[in-house]
Structure formats: structure tokens, C-alpha cells
């Protein structure tokens, strides 16, 4: 054993634990903590990070780095011992190239912003937001200049949660996907009556979708001993190690799709944690390995699965079992149909699997031109707007439903949007391959049987943790890099079929 | 405002936010946690833990304490300021004194003898067991001898739990209180017919257990905005601050009075907790101030209010009205007796309140005795026996039910029991002042009015927090020491008249 190795180890897994901790306190804070809780919350949430950083950024962890390069070089790039090193020093370079002050000037902003956003949403009034947005959209600026290079200061944002993808190699992506989606958009608009979804709507109890959703997400394979589903207002994941893994989720009582499918989605972030290598416990490295990634394995469940005719072959019975009588006189097409039913609408998280890229791009967009000083925020309200109809052919009759309505800008979170699409495009890319793999795998999965895609999941991508980028987990799975028209072909050949084209 | 006394804050704050968030881990682990979350649960804990406990032992940690000394004089007994360096000083100069390379031995070895303690308990077989607890008091011993004074040793581990108390103040309290305790007990089994509780044994859900448990406890006082109440294997009371005060039980399907009392008792440490003063929040005397002193809270409310004939004068018709039809034809006064049964019983943790005080004086006088060598842990379930035998009369068939009952000994836990016992006798002494100062508390409890009770103890106790000794809380409430005597004559008049002897 290299002793230096062991001595990083020891200081990544102290860091560790203070991150974990951060997280349950976090879990607890939006599933259990009482009211009178917030303050102290806030103390101990500010003391676990800023120690679990300043523990990161100790000059000794970049002296060890710097001790353990020869190291590095004789072991295999994909062995724990390369990766731990080589991301480790990712993150570390990163991290102390942008000054303490500053990082604290950026979360005190952050904050002011954040409650500012809260109330001009509330009042609809993008004025009360505005000052907040440009001081958060500079400040991100002066965080991307930290890093001194000449290209686009948007790539250091997206860098942050996409690791060794770019603005231009997303533009590529996002460029070549477009006029089709706008196109299928249109498409689907002009036959909108062809499919109806109101046999959706009818009354289940918390504890019936409750147990529902608990049932499908155990048989997908999301692991109940090491996990839990519970109750907060918008549905996440976390982790505190592979061994404790916890989605959430929310009930609407006439709407037992909503809840179900957005467990499903959680779970499938949770199986990817459940299954990173044991021996990335404590290092940092013992996390899917990005944002889009990780949103290829929720949106695979989710909807690549989760809304596949196959799946519903296999479940539809037991649906109807449960939800009787709801759904006795209802075919499995016409639920299947139903389930699918696509519909520009103003707000991103509760837009359908087609529409949904239109919104992201808009947001990468936008990001980009504020960034570089394109757009200026005060144009922001009426170039939103001018994008959706452009796009989406539905226009913003308030600031409130348009560009206020997410949560990240106010939040400091500039370059996390696109990471939502770029995983829906791998999932599909993902999804082939996988098909390749397994030739049954439709006839498995009409079966009930998913333990083998799990299984090709967790060779291919989970047991790596974040010992490898997006872009090095494409080229391996699939032989290239991220392709965009195999999920545009995918998009177009479902919604096709569904909507008669 | 003294620059140094708010560093001290500073340093403070941080390791209490620690200290918090290992609480809330621990918390989870017991109440939330799914199975598979054990060792990175272990991991966390133990890094929170030295983490704190690393910040706190800090030179300077004791420079600025030093540094203090002068301020500290000029600043009034009670004032935080004077406080706050008086009770930092004293915890500190209890931890410095023992080596680090003793507290990772203690540690140690409690966490393999815990292990051989479920699985002794578990096969009754002592021997299993032995050389761990052998083990256990060696290291006892030692960390008394890190004080270095001439003194019994068990007084060291006393004041770790009660400072201020010593191993001859409780002798003469218990040595006082024995024989009228052992003769009432005779007196009760010789007249066992009088008293039955069979009619408390009916069946009642979990929902509805919870309902009422709620109910009661949030009347008393306890505040649900500031807390909850959940389901655990041990009922216990902890919190993260004085906005975030968790209380648990558990729940049995044909004994409601069993999770109702003992939510009230959670709810006695828990109202403690809320009701401490804001301006102590992340001193470290944002604390119930000692063990004794918190199970007198608890245990008023548990037994001295919570089984009195006053309190179910205003509860009881409620009680049948959620337990109808099962007590409709029982009247209050048997069902009074029936809740206050009293029998001698192997187990303290379901004894009742008279005869729970003869299962402490045991414990407290053989851990006197290992500590300083008078009773050798080979003799223990000898003299376990024979003295349960002694005061209460009855055998312990084994040792899992005699000697090895408790997790305490297993745990390192030693000076821990008799405060229980202290807590119950000072409960009395307490209740004996507040019917002095509010003359008509008993008809206030009959109309079901509590607040007056509460606002007395937040006055008298709560506000404090640790900033008070046990020893000087009573002497300022009551002019003057912990007296048994109140305690047994209450004991002796509530159960004479209930047993009519």
C-alpha cells in the first residue's frame, strides 16, 4: 500500500462524512423537520460545509496530489486508485481556484436572491428580481473568470455539472435536434384531439399510491433495505453511502400518474447510487458520475421505460386491480395513449417527454447569451416569452408562469439546465445499445423481468461511480459520443405511432 | 462587547452545530434509517463526534478561557457571559485531562462489549460477557484516576452526569430512603388483591394510540411546531436546538397506557428542552442541565401529574370516549388504582414508581463496589440476585433477566443509574414548591389547565439551561438540598390510600 494514497484516502473519507451528514440534515429538513426548525438547520447545514470544503482545499490534499502524480501513472486509469487521484485533482483545482471571499460573496447573494425570487413570484413582479438576477448572473461571471481562459465563460459553469462537456459540443446537440422537435411539436399540436388523458383523473388514496409506487420501483430493482420513500414538496434524491439511499415524492389525490412516474424517476437516480462499487465508499468518487448521466438513468425509468407500451403490458393488470373501477372499461392502448399524451404548456416540470427539450434549450440559450452579455436581464421577461411562442407556440401571460418560474437562476445554478435534456438524448442512446445487449429485453420486460437491465445499468455505468466522465462512458458503451438522432427518431417513431402522423 | 468572550462563541457554535448534527444522525439512525445504512450511520457518527470533541479540547479553546478569568469576575453568576465561561470551563477541564489514546481505548472496547452484551443477553450465558464488562470497569477505573485525586473514584463518574454530586450526598439520600422503601413494597404484595389493571388491557391502534399521545402531550405543553413525535424501538427525547425538539415512543397493540405514559415522560425532557432560554443557542448550555434535573422534569409529568387522580378527573371521560365501549363501565377511581398498580417485577425499565427506586439503589451500590474493587465482576450475578431478592423479593430466574438486563454496563455507562432515582425524588421535592406557590395547581389541573405548571418550571428550571448545578437549582427553589423524605411520604400516602393500608 502506498502510504501517501492511504494519507488522501483518510482526508477524502473525513470530507465525506461531513458531506453525507449535510445531506441527511438536508433530507430531514425538506421530509421531517418541524417548523420551528429552520434556524438551527440553517447554523448546522453553513458549519458541515464550509468544514467539509475547508477540509477539501487544505494545501496538504493538493501536496499529497502533487506527491502521488508518479503514482498515478503505474496504475491502471480505471483502477480505484487512478481515479481517485486523477478526479480528486479535478475537483481540487477547481475548487481552490476560486477565492474563500468570493465563494462567500456568491452564497450570501445566492440567499438575499433566493427570497427575493420567492416574492416576486409571488407578487408577479420581475422588477423586485431583477437587481437580485444581474448581481447573481455577475457574480457567476467573476467565478468563470477565476479560471483565466480565453473561451466561452459559460463552459466553466457547465463544467461545473458536466464535466468535459462544452457550450459548442451542447450546441451541436441541441442545434441538430431543434427544427425536428419543433417540427413534431407542431405535428402533435395539430392532432391534439386525437388522444384524451382525462381517464387518468380519478381518486386514489396517499396510502394505495403510496404502496403502488413502492411495489413498481421495488420490482424495477431500487433496493427498500437500503432505501425509503417518502413525502416532500418537490421530489429529490440523496444519499448518505450506497447503503442508504432516499427518494421522494409527492401525492395529488385525483392524479396517481404524477406520483407514480416521479417515483419512478427518483428511483432510478436511487438504483445508480445504490449500485456505485463498494470500493468508492468515502472517497468522493461514490456518486453518479454528472447531472446528465444521472438524468439518463431517472428518464430512462421514467419515460423510456416507464411510459413503454411493454412495461404497461406487464403492469396495466395490476393498475386496473387497484385503481377498480376506474380503469375496468379502459384498454391497455387507450391507457397507454393516455399516459403519453404530449401538450405545450407554460411550465417546464410539468411539460411531456416531447416538449420538455424545448424548454431546456431555451434556458441553455438564454443562459449562454446572459453569460457573454448578449441578453441583458432586464430583457429577459419579453425574450423568454418571444422563445416559448417561437418554440412552443404558447406565450407567458405573466412573468410568474415565464421567466420566474424555476428555481435555479435565484439559486446561483447557471449551466445545470441543460444536463435535464443531455441525459433524456443518452437515455435513448443508452437504451439502444442496451437492445443490442439484450435482444429479449422488450419480451423481459412485457415479462415483469427487470433484473437484467439493472444488471447491464450497473456493469456499464453505476459500479463506476465518477471514476469516468459522460464523455468517456459514451465512447465506451456505445462507440462514440453523444448522438442526438436516436433519440429524436425514438421521439418521432412513439409519438408517431400514438398520435397517428 | 469583549472581543474574546466572542470568540469563545464562535469556537463554541461550531463545535455545537457538530454536536447537533450528530444528534440529528443518531436520531435518524433510530428512527428513519433503513437497514443497509449501518456503517456509513458508524462513520458518520464517529467523525461528527471527534470532530466536536477535537474543536472543544483546542488550546485555545483553554487560552481563551484563561484569558476570560478577569471578565468572568466582573460578570453577574447568572449572566450568560459568567455562565457560559464557568460551565465551558469546567466541561473543559473534565475532557483535557484525559488522553486521547484512553478515550479511543474506551470507545473500543465499548463497542466490542456492546456486541458481546446482545449476545450473551440473548444465549444467557454470563461468561460471554464477562471479561468485556471486566474490561469495561478496568477502563472506568483508569478514567477516574486521570483527576488524580484521593477521593472514591466512583465520584468521578457520578460527576460526569451530575456534576456537583457525590457518591456519599446520594448514599445518604438512598441510605435514608431504603428500609421505608423496602417495608412499603412488603406492605403493597402482602395486599396484591386490592389492585387490578386487567381493565386496561384492551385493543387500540396505532393511529388512534398516536392521536391521543399527541393530544395529551401537545396539551401539556409540549410543542408540535418545535417537535415530534415518532415511533422508536427505546422511547427517547433529543433535540438540535430549541426549535427542533424530537420526542419517541412505541406503541402496543393492547396497552394504550403503556406508549401514552411514556410519550408524557418524553414530553417532560422534551418541554425541558424547548423552554430554554434563545440566548443560550449554540453555547453548549443550550442543555437540560443534568440528568437527575431532566428526569425530574420527565417524571413529573410521567407519574407525579400524569398518574394523579387530578389529571384523569380532567382526562378520563376523553380516555372513554376514544376507548369506547371498553371503559365505559369503569369507573375513575379503579380505573386510578388499576393505572397505579404497583408489584415488584425482574425488569427495571417496566417497573413501577414505587418499586423503580429499590432496582436503582441496587445498581448504585454495586457499581460503587466494582469501581473500587469490593465486588468482583465474577460475583455479580450472585449479589444481583441475592440483593433483588433482599429488597424486592423476588429471583431472577437468569441472568438475562438479572444482571445483564440493562445496556448501560455494556456501554461504558457507569454513575449513570442513580440519576434516575435523584430525578424522581427531586421531582416531589419540586412539586412540593409549586403547590406552595400556586395554591389551587390541583383544581387547575382538574380543569385541565397546565400552562401555569409549565410557565413555573420554564421560570424556576427550563430558562437555564445548564447555566445551574442540580444542587444549586434546589437550593434556590426550595432554600435547601435534595430531601428524600417528601418523596417517600408522598410515596406512602398516595399508595396507602390505594392499597388502603
Redesign the interface.
Known sequence: MNETYEKLKDRL??VR??E??AA??SW?EEV??????????A??S???GS?AHHFFVDEEVGALLEELAPYEKFQPYDSDEASIIRVTRREYEKEVRVPTSLVEEIEHAKSVAHHAWVKARKEDNFALFEPHLAKNVDLQRRWAACFGDSGNPYDRLLDRYEPGISYDEIARVFSGLKPRLVALVEKIVANADRVDDSMLRFPVSEDVQQAFSEEVTAKLGY??????LDVSAHPFTTH??R??V?ITTRYMPDNFASALMSSVHEAGHGMYEQNTSESL??TGLDDGTSMSVHESQSRYYENVLGRSRSFWRYYYPRLQEIASPHLNQVDLETFYRGLNRSQPSLIRVEADEVTYGLHIMLRFELENELINGKVQVSDLPREWNDRMEAYLGVRPPNDALGVMQDIHWSAGLFGYFPDYLLGSIFAVQLWNQLQKDIPDVEEQIERGEFAPILEWQRTHIHQYGSKLTFPELAERITGGPLQWEPYMDYLETKYSEIYGL
Open positions: 473519507a473525513r462524512d461531513l453525507f451528514a441527511l440534515v430531514d421531517m423537520m418541524p417548523e420551528g426548525g429552520a434556524q438551527g438547520r447554523d448546522q453553513a458549519t458541515l468544514l433496493d427498500y433495505n437500503r432505501g425509503r448518505f453511502w447503503g442508504d432516499r465508499y468515502r
